[in-house]
């Protein structure tokens, strides 16, 4: 399941960018996004998700479940 | 503060301190304390240190007063959590670290450092300070530095940082030239730092509590330790918080010493629940006037101390306590023309330079004079100046006091007290007098160029001096003449010397003159 950033919270300041072993985070006109298809939840990388680890505002890098296969599997 | 390293060299005020501090002679130490010798003669700094120094206004009191430096904020993103820093909070009225309006590539970077450079001669230094950590974006941070040497060589290059990844970087920082680093360094005992910083990131992994703390107090530690082996200066902040670390920052301030850091700047905590962050909402109050000084005053000795901080913006352009740059916002930058040209600045400045040396020389011949006794009385005074070390203020436009102790030793610089709050919740244009009566109310006098009949009255009556005789005269001359006069005045029996109480720390947004 991949992270997302809720944008209202985010406050742009690119720590999570170079830390995604993926890069699937980039910017878009001042704020950040993960691209669903490249993230892995850093699994086989690092023990924790490195957005969420580095992101100076909690409950801003969250698990996207809104994706429609996600919600499908329940 | 520091002495020169030839006559020319010597600055006012570092003779008044080294008059107000001698403590007999033999008492001497490698990187604070005060040394023997003539006052017009030889350095307590090695001549190359003095280099450094002498035109870097946080390193240097008196710098201050003559040149001016600039931060760009290229370093938004941050590795460590801190109580007294709130990430989601920036605005353009606030004056205090981690704040920015905006923020830059390198590239826009080093285009405003040519554009501040060509209108501000005296603009001698480029600091990177945030607003995240700059080792925290080393490739934003250092290429930044690259593009501004290449263009700009006679910059010094300047770095503040919280030391986490410091040790990573010092070969780049040395082979960039980079003079000065501070690190923010609130504790050396992780049980303390885990009051102060919730996380920390590091090797992918985020720690928390005293595990959190003690990763960062070896890492800064052996950062410090490793710059000023390669001779780079190392200045240590650390921020005051009552009834957690105030005490331990003796212990801190022996730590750094011992590990070669040149100067310690003990800052306020500034905490206001509006401000959003941990401490604020927690209702964690800042020191007091008193207490800072105390603190700062048991530290001195130990280390050369910074007191002329005016915990800047981290885009802050200009002197220290005043600044310009609401001038140099990216829209108003299309309109400057840049011209950098490194004769007219270098001869601008050794124009600073003459002035400088020619104001010291005849200054020393009167505080030579001054060295009589006044016996072991000691008082603080404000003083409302627009620089130039002169009584040019008037009282209503002051935005900050200087405020200096006055002894038989001369006048010494204390600290400064920022007045111009207009904008803060609760504060409104009526209480003015009020705050500011709070913020200057350990002293015995303000010495303003001229002052309205209605605000002397109030003065008078809160129990602080108003002297306006001294309007447009150097503070140091001025500050000691009164203080004969007070002593004297005690001595005949016309007034009673009485013990001033605390004072207030006003903290919040300087609002700038431009």
Redesign the interface.
Known sequence: MPFKIIASQC?????CE??CPNVAIAEKGGTFMIDPKKCTECIGH???P?CV??C??DNTCVLDTSLARYQARG | MHRGSSSDAIEDGEITQSIAEHKGCGKSSRSGGVRCGSPAGRSDLPAETWEKVKKHPCYSEHAHHHYARMHVAVAPACNIQCNYCNRKYDCANESRPGVVSERLTPEQAARKVMAVASTIPQMTVLGIAGPGDPLANPEKTFKTFELVHKVAPDLKLCLSTNGLALPDHIDTIAKLNVEHVTITINMINPEIGAKIYPWIFYNHKRYTGVQAAKILTDRQLQGLEMLTRRGILCKINSVMIPEINDQHLVEVSKAVKSRGAFLHNIMPLISSPNYGTVFGLKGQRSPTALELKALQDSCEGELHMMRHCRQCRADAIGLLGEDRSAEFTTEKLATIDIKYDVESRNAYQAKVENDRAAKAAAKHADLVELAVSLGDTKVLVAVATKGSALINEHFGHAKEFQVYELSSGGAKFIGHRRVDLYCQGGYAEEGKLETIIRAINDCHAVFIAKIGGCPRAELIKAGVEPVDQYAYEPIDKSTIAWFKTYLDRVTNGAIKHVERGDAAIRQGALISAA
Request: hydrophobic fraction near 35%; charged fraction near 20%.
């Open positions: 406050t742009s300041c690119s720590a170079p830390e690092f023990d924790e490195q680890a580095v100076p505002v």
